[in-house]
């Protein structure tokens, strides 16, 4: 795998890209996670569901961007408005499978995060970590 030998480099600068998606993007969440946003911006459920969810399939549910593409959840300042209770994906990224098993998927969204290839080398332990928690979803 590559993140195994790439010594990968990290460095988080807060600039909101990753927090940005297209149209036809959501963020992923699981039950749990919705509900422990939904207590924490203090929602009803109805409310909640109606301002900040989409369905996505059968299965799945996420919060809907915003159509500027931009995350409900992001503040004008590019700061996470949820972030003790943001969802698994945000808590992982950047070492999704899709991102660093293959250089490609590294460089590619290297394009879109400035912090990937900026600081210190990260440790294959904390890569490790994550990747096994985005895994378990
Ligand atoms: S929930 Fe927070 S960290 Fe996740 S995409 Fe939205 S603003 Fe970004
Ligand atoms: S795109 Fe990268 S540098 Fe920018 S906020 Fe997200 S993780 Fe941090």
Not at 7 to 17: K, N, P, Q, Y
Not at 84 to 95: D, E, F, I, K, S
Request: glycine share 8%.
């Amino acid at each position: 795998m590559y993140y195994q030998h790439a010594h990968l480099r990290f460095e988080c600068t807060g600039c909101g890209a990753c927090c940005t998606g297209g149209a036809d993007h959501s963020v992923e969440t699981s039950a749990p996670e919705r509900a422990a946003i939904r207590a924490f911006l203090k929602l009803s459920p109805a409310w909640f569901r109606r301002r900040y969810l989409v369905r996505v399939d059968a299965g799945t549910t996420g919060i809907r961007l915003n159509q500027d593409g931009r995350c409900p959840f992001l503040g004008n300042d590019n700061r996470c408005r949820i972030y003790p209770v943001r969802p698994r994906q945000c808590r992982t990224y950047p070492w999704w499978p899709e991102l660093i098993e293959h250089k490609r998927g590294w460089t590619e969204e290297a394009r879109r995060c400035e912090g990937m290839n900026r600081g210190t080398v990260v440790p294959l332990s904390t890569i490790e970590r994550s990747l096994a928690r985005e895994r378990s979803k």
